[in-house]
Every structure is written in C-alpha cells, then in structure tokens.
C-alpha cells in the first residue's frame, strides 16, 4: 500500500493522468510547470514514447501530431506565436496517456551562463548591499520565470537532462535564488517590454570557459584542438601544461563536459540570446589566460551552431576592477579583443566597487548588458557602451587615442557605489601608460581633447604605444564617454603584452 502511495504521487508531480499512468509518454526535461517559450519562432516541442506510438501535442489554439520513432523520439514544431502573459497549458496525448504542463507564458528567454560571478544569488549580494533588500521586497514580478541548470558533467552529449527541470515563478519569497546579474538583466528587459521573460541559468562556479564549448568549435584554434585532445585522454596534468591551457582541477573542467549536461540536451529550446559572465577561472593562480579571445569566439560561434542562430545575440561581462589573479589584465584585453564578432557586446565593470572575486554590485552589471540587448535588438535608443578604443596617432612624443562611442564626448568621472558617475573635470586621469621600442611600461599623462585622448610621458621621447587600466586592482578608473558609460581597459598593440605563468610578475612587462 505504501508503495502504491508513493507512485501516485509521482505520477502527479509528472503531470500524468492518473488513470492512465505507464510512464511511457515523456517530455523533454526543460518542459515544466511556470515555464516561458520564446515568442515570433517556431516553437518546437519533443519527448519520448512507445516506438511508432501517435503523440498529439495542443498549445495556444494549435494541434500537431508526430509519430515516435523506432528509438521512441517524437518532436513537433508549433507556428511562432506573439507574447502572451497569461498562463497557457501545453498538453501531450497518447491513446492512453496524458501530459498536462500548466501556466506556460510567451515572450523573450535568454540564457544565463558563466562561472560564480553569474551564479551569485540575489541573497548573496543583500548580505553586502543594503539596498538590495527594498528589491526583493518588491520583486513579485510573476511575469519573469527563471529555470536553474545544474547537472554534473557528461563526457558525451546527452539526449536530455538527467533531473526534471523547474521553472519558478519570481516573488519576494523566491528571488533571493535567482542569478543577481541575470535578475537584474531581465528585471530591466521586462520593465522595457512589459512581456513576460525567461532566464535559464546554466552556470558553474569555479569553473574555466572551456567546458561550456561544444566539442565541433574546438577546431577553431590549435589551443583548442590540443585542450580537446588531451581532455580526450582526461589528461589534466597535459592541459595544465599546455601554454594556453587551463588548470583542469577535475573532470568537469575538461572541454565540452558542462556543454554536453547542460545545455546540448535543451538546444532545441527556443531562445533569443545569451549573457556570459566567467574568466576568472581562466586567469587565476596557475591558470594561463593566453588564447582566451578563440575561446571566447569559439564558445560564441560554438553555441551559435547548436542552437540553430547563426547571429544570436551574445552580451559578456568583462573582469571586474576587483582582480584576485595575475592574469586579471591579460584576460580583460583578451575579452576586448573578442569584441570583433558581428552581434556581441562586452559589459565593463572595471569602474564598480567591489573587493575581492565576487564584487557584489551585478545590480550595474544587469543594467549594462540589459542595455546592449535594448539597443542592439530591442530597437531602443540608448546609450549601450563606454568609450573603446579603435586607433592611435604618434606624433613625436605624444600619442592620440581615439574611441568609438564616444559621440557624447568624454570626460574624467567618478562612479560611487551604486550612484550614476559624478563627473569630475579638475581631476586627473589615472592609470594610463605608455612604451617604447625598449619594451618598458612608464606612467603617462593623459589629458581630454573633446573625443580624443592625448598622451605624454616625461620618460618616454619615441612612444610606440598606450595602454589603460592594465593592473591587477587599478581602483578608481575614471575614463568615461558623457552617458556615463566607462572606458574598456586596452593596449594600443596588444601584441606587447607580454604575460607567461611560468615567469614571476617582476618579470613580466608591467606586471
């Protein structure tokens, strides 16, 4: 009897009809209760079933049927459909089985992935920021759902997720679980919008980018191809050593792992486009940031390809100010130089206050990528980006920068907190360097000319180029454009820097 007891409740969790109860019938693991499909595209739907069983998938006034395969794999794609806050229920039938999954919504769903700095819950910044317990008092905000990854690592693609996903309805009682960055992000979409949003969380603290490519973009560099051959063998030690590897703490960090559990078995899934926030683990003790950009490229291009989208938006967030390795400013210019890609957008957080790996302002963090996605792909005109370097001038001794985003024109601010940039013309611009052909780094002083940036050195008569912000904790950067948007961290020629975790930082070029 006890027995029979625990099996009727499973089959209600399952959302089975009870009479009907074989557990034949299965829908992929992403599909559950609260859940949100991505508005304006086909929206496909697959599962499982008896081989050459009829399955009949309703949703929103539409009925597709499919027939399950010989391995018992059915799929059915429904026509795109415009937002819609109220709750729906998708139901799948069999002759004698039925799935029911209730209060689904239509709009925008994005996925959120990274390492610690993404997965940092709300709760975990309001035990540092004050003012973050007044947005989890106002959070009842039932049109953002958020769907928690958090499967272990697989060496081969799987099929589907291993656990039942669950989507959860956003109130005070639940936001404190939530991604701070991808709240916020969504939070500020949705007050956009007004249309219901999704975040699916695929982080992994601690982890290096690597095990989020899929396994075919590793082709794309030789770093690359070599890290997924040694992973191949699960030689950690090789990958370790390999200049341009990683420090591979276990199996998990081996190419494609967290890719194949996480996110290979929900790529059919409908999406708009992706947030990133991660390197830390690529750039810390022991750990070689060189080659980050073709991983960043490949980890784009790569999830590019699975999802189906050739040109899905894709926003990262750069290290923050607050740098816990030595690699920190080798890796922040590597994500610059990532930026080359058609439809990506890098977030700069070198400007927010914060100590340590886990700053804990993501409030700014969210409100920044959520501005590239407003106005890259939701039509609004907003500033988006702070000033980026785009080309030098030497004349003499003195070098010209110029930026693009900088229309506005730029000027010496000061970011406090959580308040907007104060802008302080008498003071000075900080941590600008400049070399020569003898390889040596030299403070600079750098002065604003409208949108230009002028920069000279009492030490340095032949400079060849500039760099910004290049340290490991370079606090107070205060270059920004007028919108109140900072400067990215940069190298003029970038092939000067010099960075090798072999070598002591004495030794290595501004280290």
Request: with cysteine; hydrophobic share 40%.
């Amino acid at each position: 009897m006890k027995h029979c007891y625990h099996l009727t409740i499973a089959i209600i969790l399952l959302g089975v009809d009870v009479h009907h109860a074989s557990a034949e019938l299965r829908l992929a693991g992403i599909f559950s209760d609260h859940m949100v499909l991505q508005r304006e595209q086909p929206i496909h739907i697959w599962g499982w079933a008896d081989a050459d069983e009829k399955v009949t998938v309703s949703f929103a006034d539409q009925t597709e049927t499919a027939i399950a395969g010989k391995n018992g794999a059915w799929s059915v794609s429904l026509k795109p459909l415009k937002a819609a806050s109220v709750g729906r229920s998708l139901q799948v039938e069999t002759g004698d089985q039925r799935i029911v999954t209730q209060n689904v919504l239509v709009g925008e769903v994005w996925h959120a992935s990274g390492q610690s700095n993404m997965a940092m819950t709300i709760g975990a910044m309001a035990k540092q920021l004050d003012s973050v317990a007044m947005d989890i008092a106002a959070a009842d905000l039932p049109q953002l759902r958020f769907c928690r990854i958090n499967e272990p690592e697989s060496p081969e693609p799987l099929d589907d997720l291993r656990k039942q996903s669950t989507w959860t309805v956003c109130s005070p009682k639940t936001v404190s679980r939530f991604s701070g960055a991808a709240f916020y992000f969504a939070r500020r979409i949705h007050a956009e919008l007004n249309i219901p949003i999704g975040v699916i969380d695929s982080s992994h603290g601690g982890t290096p980018i690597e095990p989020f490519i899929p396994r075919a973009a590793f082709n794309s560099h030789p770093t690359l191809k070599k890290e997924l051959e040694l992973g191949d063998r699960e030689d950690l030690e090789g990958i370790w050593k390999l200049p341009g590897g990683v420090r591979a703490r276990s199996t998990t960090w081996l190419p494609g792992r967290l890719f194949n559990s996480r996110l290979a078995p929900i790529s059919r899934f409908g999406i708009h486009g992706a947030i990133w926030y991660q390197g830390e683990s690529n750039s810390g003790v022991q750990e070689d940031p060189r080659d980050y950009q073709y991983k960043m490229r490949a980890l784009i291009n790569g999830w590019r390809q699975e999802f189906g989208n050739a040109k899905l938006p894709a926003y990262y967030v750069q290290l923050p100010g607050s740098g816990a390795g030595e690699g920190w400013p080798y890796l922040r210019e590597q994500q610059r130089l990532a930026t080359d890609l058609p439809h990506t957008g890098m977030v700069v957080t070198v400007d927010l206050d914060g100590a340590g790996v886990h700053p804990p302002n993501k409030i700014d963090v969210g409100e920044r990528l959520a501005r590239w996605a407003l106005a890259k792909h939701y039509g609004r005109s907003i500033p988006f980006s702070g000033p980026m370097f785009e080309r030098q001038e030497i004349h003499g001794d003195k070098i010209i920068l110029h930026f693009s985003h900088a229309e506005t024109g730029l000027m010496v601010a000061d970011k406090v907190g959580l308040a907007e940039p104060r802008e302080t013309p008498e003071a000075e611009l900080l941590y600008f360097e400049v070399t020569d052909a003898s390889g040596k780094w030299h403070p600079a002083k750098a002065e604003i000319e409208g949108k230009k940036v002028v920069v000279t050195s009492e030490e340095v008569t032949s400079p060849i180029a500039v760099r910004y912000a290049y340290a490991v904790n370079p606090e107070n950067c205060n270059l920004y454009n007028h919108d109140g948007l900072p400067a990215s961290p940069f190298c003029s020629r970038p092939e000067l820097l010099i960075y090798d975790p072999k070598l002591p930082p004495s030794s290595q070029s501004g280290r």
